[in-house]
C-alpha cells in the first residue's frame, strides 16, 4: 500500500484547503501526456486513492476535456504532438475559469533550470520523471502548498 | 652757433648716446645681436662726441690734433655699426657672421693708421689748419685721396643699412611701420647732416647734431614701439622658415607679400607675383574657379582642398584664411595659409584601413564566436534530448514496478517482491547514472555557466532542509540545520547549483548513514569565505581515499555502489560547481565514526550585509 500520510506540509498552505489528501476521493484529476505509459500509471496511482482521474493524449484533447469535466487538479506533460504543455498553460492562464485551477508539470525534462522556466511559465508545480509511486501523492501535495505560498 | 651752444649741444648729444647706449645694451636679451650692433654705435657716436668736444675745446694744438686723430677711431666704427644693426634687425643673419665683419672692418682699420702715419704720406689730408671764425673753434683741412675713399665707404654702408630697412618698410605689417621710420629717421639724419658737412660750406661738422636726432628718433621708436623687439626678426624668421605657403592679399585679392614655401607652391618668386590678383597667379585656383570665389570672403575660412599640381596630382590642403585689419579694425587684405596635408591624409587613410580591418576582423570573430554558440547549444539540446528520452522508458519501469510492490495490481510472492524489488534498484542506479553522466556532459561541454544572482541566504537552506527531512526520515536519523549568526542575509551565487552541491553531500551523508545524526551547517569561516558543512555519522572515509572520492567515477571500492548505489560521479561534478565558484570542497572524516565534508566559498561572494541575525536558525526532527 502506498504510505500517505496527512502531513504537516498543509498546515502552512493555504490551497492544500480546497485539495486535501484525505479528501482524494472528491477530486477530479486531469492527466494530459502522450505517453500511454505514464496516463496508466498517474491514473493506477490516483484511482487506487480514489480520486477520478480523466486522461488526454495532447494539449488539444487536454483541453477539450479540462473544458468538459472542470478538474480539481490537472497533471501537464510539455513536450506533447499537436498541442504541447506549454500551450496548454498559456491558454488556461488566460482562461478566467480556469486561471486559478492547479495545474503541475509531470515530465522528464530535469535538466538544471527546467524546474525555474516551468514554475515561471504558469505552472503550480514540477513532478520530474521518473516520478515515484511512494513519494507522489506527497509531492503533489508539496507542489500545491509551495505553489500557494507563493501566491 | 656760437662756441658754448656747441659745446652744450655735443654735452648733451654725448649724454643721451651714452644713455641709450646703456639702455639697449640692457636690453640685449631680447635680441641680441641687433641690441649689440645698436649699442656698439651709440657707444662709437659718443666717443666721436666727446673726441670732437675735446677736440674743439682744446687749446693746445698737439693735444687739439691728438684729439682730431682719436676722432676718427669713433668716425670710422660708426657706418659699420650702423650697418651691421640693420642687418641684424632685418633678420640678414648672413652678414653678421666673423668673417664678413672682420671684413667689413678692413677699410676702418687702414683708415686709422693712414691717419696716425699722414705726416710721411699725406693720404688722408695734405693740410690741417685750426680755424677760430666767429668764437666757433674748428678744423678745416684739405683733404686727401683717402678722405674720399673713407667717406664713400661710409656712405656705402649707411645706405646699405638703410636699403635694407626700406626693405622692410615695404614687406612689414602696419604695426612695424612706425617702428620703422623711427628707425629710418635716425639713420637718415646723419646721413644728412653729414652730406651737408661734406659739400656744404659750414666750419662745423653737423654730423654730431644728427646724431642727437638719432638718438632721439632711437628713444622715440624705444619707448612708443618697443624698438628692439624680437617680434619682427623673429616673424620674419618664422615666416620664412614656415612649411606652410603664405600668402599676403590685400582687399582686392591682389597678392602683397609670400613666404618662400608660398613662391615654391606657385613657381615664381615675389618680384614677379606682387600686385597680381591671386587668381591670376595660383594655378590651382584657376583649377576650382569656385574656390576663388569662395575665398573672396573676409571671414576667416577653413577647409581641406584636393588640387593638382603640375606632376603632383592630388596634393591635399588644408587652407586657413584669415583676415587682416588695420589699426581701427578695418579690413585690410587676408592672410592665407596652405598647408600640405597629403601625408597626413594618407595615414588617416591608413588609419582608416586598418580600423576597418579590424572591424571586419571582429566581426569575423563574432560570425565564429555565434557557429561556435550556435554548436555549444546543439550540443545543449542534445544533451537535453537525451535526458529526456532516457527519463520516459525510466519512468514506465520504475513506475510499473514500485505499482506491482505496493500491491495495486494483487498481491506478489516473495520471489517476485524480490525480482522486482532488483529492478527497482537497478532502474535508480540507470536513472543516478543518467543524471551525473548528463551533468559531466553539461560540465564538459562548457555549459555550466553559473547564473549568479543574490539570494535569501536562510529560506534557501530551510528548502535545502525540507527537501532531504523525508529522506532522513525514512531512514530514522536525525537531521539538523545550524545556520550561523554572522552570514548575512542574501549571498550572490548560483542558487541552484550550489544546492545541487548540498543535495548531493545530504543524500551521499543520508546513504552512507545508518543512525546517528545529519548536521547541515553554515558560518562565516574569516575574511577570506564562508563555509557549508554537512556532517554525518556513517561508516566514513579512509584517509586514503580523502582526495580521489572527489575524482570522476570513484566510490570506495567496487562493492560500495552495489551496497549503496550510486555512479560515482556525485562528488566530482560537486567539486567541478565548487570550484567554478571559486571555492573548494574538502573532507575530514574517521572510518566507522563519520564524515564531514566542508565547501568553502569566497566572501566576496557575500554580499554586505551590517546587520548579523541575531536569531540561529535550528531545526531538529525525530521519526
Redesign the interface.
Known amino acids: 500500500?502506498?504510505t500517505i500520510t496527512p502531513d504537516s506540509q498543509s498546515s502552512h498552505s493555504p490551497r492544500t484547503n480546497a485539495l486535501k489528501v484525505a479528501e482524494i476521493p472528491s477530486w477530479v484529476v486531469a492527466a494530459i501526456d502522450d505517453?500511454m505509459?505514464?496516463l496508466t500509471?498517474v491514473t493506477?496511482?490516483l484511482s487506487?486513492n480514489g480520486a477520478v482521474v480523466h486522461t488526454a493524449v495532447n494539449g488539444e484533447l487536454g483541453l477539450e476535456l479540462i473544458r468538459r469535466v472542470h478538474p480539481t487538479l490537472i497533471l501537464l506533460d510539455l513536450?506533447m504532438p499537436v498541442m504541447d504543455g506549454w500551450a496548454l498553460i498559456a491558454t488556461l492562464r488566460a482562461d478566467p475559469t480556469f486561471q486559478k485551477t492547479p495545474v503541475i508539470a509531470l515530465?522528464?525534462?530535469?535538466?538544471?533550470?527546467d524546474k525555474?522556466r516551468i514554475l515561471a511559465g504558469g505552472f503550480d508545480g514540477y513532478i520530474?520523471?521518473?516520478?515515484?509511486?511512494?513519494?507522489f501523492l506527497?509531492e503533489i501535495m508539496r507542489c500545491l502548498g509551495q505553489s500557494a505560498q507563493q501566491a | 652757433m656760437n662756441q658754448p651752444l656747441v659745446v652744450v649741444l655735443l654735452g648733451a648729444t654725448a649724454i643721451l648716446t651714452l644713455l641709450l647706449a646703456v639702455r639697449i645694451w640692457g636690453q640685449r636679451q631680447r635680441s641680441w645681436s641687433a641690441s649689440v650692433a645698436m649699442t656698439a654705435l651709440m657707444v662709437g657716436v659718443l666717443y666721436w662726441t666727446v673726441l670732437y668736444l675735446l677736440e674743439v675745446s682744446s687749446v693746445d694744438t698737439t693735444f687739439w690734433l691728438a684729439a682730431y686723430r682719436l676722432k676718427f677711431v669713433g668716425v670710422v666704427l660708426v657706418p659699420v655699426a650702423s650697418f651691421a644693426f640693420s642687418a641684424a634687425y632685418t633678420g640678414r643673419d648672413a652678414l653678421l657672421r666673423t668673417k664678413t665683419l672682420a671684413m667689413l672692418l678692413v677699410i676702418p682699420l687702414l683708415t686709422t693708421v693712414i691717419i696716425w702715419t699722414n705726416d710721411y704720406h699725406h693720404l688722408m689730408w695734405e693740410q690741417i689748419i685750426r680755424t677760430n671764425e666767429s668764437g666757433i673753434a674748428a678744423t678745416t683741412t684739405v683733404t686727401g685721396i683717402w678722405f674720399w675713399v673713407n667717406a664713400f665707404y661710409a656712405y656705402v654702408l649707411l645706405l646699405g643699412g638703410a636699403w635694407m630697412l626700406l626693405r622692410q618698410f615695404i614687406k612689414a605689417p602696419s604695426t612695424y611701420q612706425r617702428q620703422l621710420v623711427a628707425l629710418i629717421v635716425s639713420l637718415a639724419a646723419p646721413l644728412t647732416a653729414n652730406a651737408i658737412t661734406l659739400f656744404g660750406s659750414l666750419n662745423i661738422d653737423l654730423t654730431q647734431f644728427a646724431f642727437a636726432i638719432t638718438g632721439g628718433a632711437l628713444t622715440w621708436g624705444m619707448l612708443r614701439f618697443h624698438l628692439l623687439d624680437i617680434a619682427p626678426i623673429a616673424r620674419n624668421v618664422v615666416i620664412d622658415s614656415l612649411p606652410d605657403a603664405m600668402f599676403v592679399l590685400d582687399q582686392e585679392g591682389r597678392l602683397v607679400d609670400l613666404n618662400p614655401a608660398g613662391s615654391s607652391l606657385l613657381q615664381a618668386n615675389l618680384s614677379t607675383l606682387v600686385g597680381k590678383p591671386i587668381t591670376e597667379v595660383a594655378p590651382m585656383l584657376r583649377q576650382r574657379p569656385e574656390l576663388a570665389e569662395r575665398y573672396r570672403a573676409n571671414a576667416t575660412y577653413q577647409e581641406e582642398v584636393t588640387l593638382d599640381r603640375p606632376g603632383e596630382p592630388g596634393i591635399s590642403y588644408e587652407i586657413r584664411i584669415s583676415p587682416l585689419r588695420d589699426g581701427r579694425g578695418e579690413p585690410i587684405g587676408r592672410v592665407v595659409l596652405m598647408r600640405n596635408i597629403t601625408e597626413r591624409k594618407r595615414i588617416e587613410r591608413e588609419l582608416q584601413a586598418q580600423n576597418e580591418a579590424l572591424v571586419r576582423a571582429n566581426a569575423e570573430l563574432a560570425e565564429a564566436r555565434e557557429i561556435a554558440e550556435a554548436a555549444t547549444q546543439l550540443k545543449n539540446q542534445f544533451l537535453a534530448n537525451m535526458s529526456h528520452e532516457l527519463r520516459t522508458p525510466l519512468n514506465a519501469i520504475i513506475g510499473y514496478t514500485e505499482i506491482q510492490l505496493a500491491g495495486m495490481t494483487g498481491a506478489l510472492n516473495e520471489e517476485q517482491t524480490r525480482y522486482q524489488e532488483r529492478v527497482l534498484a537497478n532502474s535508480e542506479q540507470l536513472l543516478g547514472l543518467i543524471n551525473d553522466v548528463l551533468d559531466i556532459a553539461k560540465i564538459e561541454a562548457g555549459r555550466m555557466n553559473l547564473i549568479r544572482a543574490p539570494f535569501a541566504l536562510r529560506p534557501w537552506f530551510h528548502d535545502l532542509y525540507e527537501k532531504n527531512r523525508v529522506l532522513a526520515e525514512s531512514k530514522t536519523l536525525d537531521f539538523k540545520l545550524d545556520i550561523a549568526a554572522d552570514l548575512p542575509e542574501t549571498v550572490t551565487e548560483d542558487a541552484i547549483r550550489l544546492a545541487q552541491v548540498v543535495t548531493n553531500l545530504l543524500s551521499n551523508a543520508i546513504k552512507f548513514t545508518s543512525q546517528g545524526l545529519i548536521t547541515l551547517a553554515a558560518r562565516r569561516n574569516d575574511a577570506e569565505g564562508w563555509q557549508i558543512a554537512v556532517s554525518d555519522t556513517g561508516i566514513g572515509v579512509p584517509l586514503h581515499a580523502h582526495e580521489t572520492i572527489f575524482e570522476e567515477f570513484r566510490q570506495l571500492d567496487g562493492t560500495s555502489s552495489r551496497k549503496y548505489g550510486g555512479t560515482g560521479l556525485g562528488l566530482a561534478i560537486a567539486r567541478r560547481i565548487v570550484q567554478t565558484m571559486g571555492g573548494t570542497i574538502t573532507v575530514r572524516s574517521e572510518l566507522g565514526v563519520g564524515s564531514t565534508f566542508t565547501v568553502t566559498l569566497p566572501i566576496a561572494k557575500l554580499a554586505e550585509s551590517p546587520e548579523p541575525l541575531a536569531a540561529a536558525a535550528s531545526a531538529k526532527t525525530n521519526s
Not at chain 1, 128 to 135: A, D, E, Q, V
Open positions: 500500500m502506498t505517453e505509459d505514464n500509471l493506477k496511482v487506487f513536450s515530465t522528464a525534462h530535469a535538466m538544471v533550470g525555474e520530474s520523471k521518473p516520478f515515484r509511486i511512494t513519494t506527497g
